[in-house]
């Protein structure tokens, strides 16, 4: 059975930081991981993907040098670190595990930041 179970979204004050933690069970052969993220009556964003190996990563514009994507292959654990939140941070943060077969979605965990 597959499963992407999230965990560490929460609420924060501006300059706060969170920790969010992705763990994939059932799937094998994971290429690429990533963290995309939704606010209300906007559409899906990426927010930072990483490579099979962890050797490369990618971060939109918007949260480069805030953010940091990282991955336990070991584990089948993707992680997004969220330093210097600011409120427009404020969103649904699913995780994205791609296989080249197929893509996965965890459930979504909501981060909120106010000012």
């Known amino acids: 059975q597959v499963q992407l179970v999230e965990s560490g979204g929460g609420s924060v004050q501006a300059g706060g930081s969170l920790r969010l933690s992705c763990a994939a069970s059932?799937?094998?052969?994971?290429?690429?991981m990533g963290w995309y993220r939704q606010a209300p009556g906007k559409q899906r964003e990426l927010v930072a993907g990483?490579?099979?190996?962890?050797?490369?990563?990618n971060y939109a514009d918007s949260v480069k040098g805030r953010f940091t994507i990282s991955r336990d292959n070991a584990k089948n654990t993707v992680y997004l670190e969220l330093n210097s939140l600011k409120p427009e941070d404020t969103a649904v943060y699913y995780c994205?595990?791609?296989?080249?077969?197929?893509?996965?979605w965890g459930q979504g965990t909501q981060v909120t930041v106010s000012s």
């Open positions: 994205n595990m791609r296989t080249i077969v197929k893509d996965y």
């Open positions: 990483i490579s099979s190996s962890g050797g490369n990563t």
């Open positions: 059932g799937i094998f052969n994971i290429n690429t």
